[in-house]
């Protein structure tokens, strides 16, 4: 063989590992590790200064054979640091965990993963049945109730339920606030706005706007709570509305945030209709959700999110842009847009 063939032969390429598939295979080890130190409370007990290992461990109660190889675990996850080693190491927040996991930072996330431990993670785990029978696996499954109907029935629950969504959409609500133009509109309506987090951002940045935060009666005081905490009473208010039975209210703008996906095709239709008839000439619908990519091989998180609407509704899911603009035009909208927020979040926004 001459040096002239060996040059023209192709570069062998590279096996490929089974790292990834591991890696990913196993990823609950590292998912249950982080939700089980969200629901001890690590992150907020190191939120006062470094502990040691023992002392973490009288205050949270763990088991001495346990303590060393949970934080240390958590170090080498890059979701604690560790200042010295063994038992005089010390433990802290990283910069993340401090602004997102200790309970009492206002930009706490920490509620989706308190949720994601005591509801999802069970349910997941009959991810294949729900596979093969388009069924829901969450409480319908074992009680017979829908989930709605479990969590507006007990306070606690729905309080629970309220924060884990405020933490999870912040970023994605502040991203709206920032980059939409609002300027053409003066009143805003948020259908199934929860805690009135979205209209409190808004009308915060946009002092035109008059916002108002609908959702049913049963949420109308979590609301309004919150809001009064947000100093906004003034310009907030919170209503009410059975959105699958009542006609939506008049408003410029009307947005819903991660309310689509919660249902079929046939109710997102009826929505996004409710919606065009409250819009006047010139208003818009935006819908906050983790819009998936057109071709669908991008937004993993969309795609898994809209796996887990299949986990707790059976037949809801999460949709492309082009699903989108297809039921909105559909239902009279002239023009649809998607407006990217943050990560796998957009806004899909149309008008008419």
Not at 62 to 88: I, K, M, Q, S
Not at 95 to 114: C, F, I, K
Not at 231 to 237: E, N, P, Q, W
Request: proline content about 5%; overall charge negative; charged content about 20%.
């Amino acid at each position: 063989m001459t040096l002239a063939s060996v040059q023209s032969q192709p570069a062998l390429e590279a096996e490929p590992t089974p790292d990834r598939i591991l890696e990913t295979g196993m990823a609950f080890w590292a998912s249950k590790t982080l939700l089980s130190a969200v629901e001890l409370g690590v992150f907020s007990a190191l939120a006062s200064g470094p502990r040691t290992g023992a002392e973490l461990q009288a205050e949270l109660g763990l088991h001495p054979r346990a303590t060393a190889d949970f934080l240390d675990a958590l170090v080498a996850l890059d979701f604690l640091a560790r200042r010295g080693d063994g038992a005089e190491g010390r433990y802290m927040n990283t910069p993340a965990t401090a602004l997102y996991l200790d309970r009492a930072s206002p930009r706490y996330v920490g509620g989706m993963l308190e949720m994601a431990n005591a509801r999802l993670y069970p349910f997941w785990g009959d991810l294949v049945p729900a596979l093969k029978t388009g069924r829901p696996q969450n409480e319908i499954k074992h009680s017979g109730k829908p989930l709605f109907d479990e969590l507006y029935a007990d306070p606690a629950r729905l309080e629970q339920f309220m924060d884990a969504m405020s933490g999870v959409s912040m970023a994605n609500f502040q991203a709206f606030a920032d980059s939409f133009d609002f300027s053409p509109y003066l009143t805003m309506a948020d259908i199934g706005g929860a805690t009135g987090q979205l209209s409190a951002i808004v009308a915060a940045r946009h002092p035109h706007l008059a916002c108002r935060s609908y959702d049913l009666p049963v949420v109308k005081p979590i609301a309004e709570r919150r809001i009064a905490e947000a100093g906004l009473a003034d310009r907030v208010s919170a209503g009410e509305i059975d959105f699958l039975t009542d006609e939506f209210p008049s408003a410029d703008l009307i947005t819903m945030g991660m309310i689509l996906h919660d249902w079929n095709l046939e109710h997102k239709k009826m929505l996004i209709a409710k919606a065009w008839r409250a819009l006047p000439e010139g208003g818009a619908l935006a819908a906050i959700e983790n819009i998936i990519d057109d071709a669908r091989r991008e937004n993993a998180f969309g795609l898994m999110m809209s796996l887990n609407m299949l986990v707790e509704f059976g037949d809801a899911f999460d949709f492309t842009g082009a699903d989108f603009a297809g039921w909105c035009l559909e239902a009279g909208f002239s023009r649809c847009e998607i407006l990217h927020l943050r990560g796998p979040a957009s806004a899909a926004i149309a008008y008419k």
